[in-house]
């Protein structure tokens, strides 16, 4: 498991997903795309498919002296919905238990934390285009 200091360096991934499964490699591709997208925009990556018990947060970041826990929904068309649309309540409350097992372990309480995600629209043949949606979400 990743753990963030004071002074984080930029985190190794976790276990990465069977990138065979069409479905895996598109949420590849578009974490990767999210990545470049908030390094963009001047975040710091701290870690990313962060894991507990509890589940998994895509990327988490600083955003100034913001911690920013970041899901990446990557999507080929709008039939569901865009991106953002797939992050369901219960979705977010396990990003939340995760976000706190974070903080706790990272001893990083002093900070103040959002939730973000990162939307990241990819056509067939086409460039992605990653839209960062700041505070997507409350941590209720």
Known sequence: MQTASRH???????????????????????????R?????AGYVILAERYRTPRGEI??????????????VKTRRDHAYGGGAAAVTWRKQR???????????????????CR????????PPGGPPRAEIIRSAFDAR
């Open 58 to 71: 895509d990327i988490i970041a600083r955003d100034g002296d913001t911690l920013a826990f970041v899901e």
């Open 94 to 112: 396990t990003i939340v238990r995760v976000a706190e097992a974070f903080v706790a372990r990272a001893r990083l309480e002093h900070l103040p």
């Open 8 to 34: 984080p360096q930029p985190a190794t991934r976790t276990a990465a997903p069977d990138a065979a499964d069409p479905r895996q490699a598109l949420g590849l591709d578009g974490e990767s795309a999210a």
């Open 36 to 40: 470049q997208a908030l390094l963009g």
């Open 115 to 122: 939730f973000d995600v990162v939307s990241v629209d990819w």
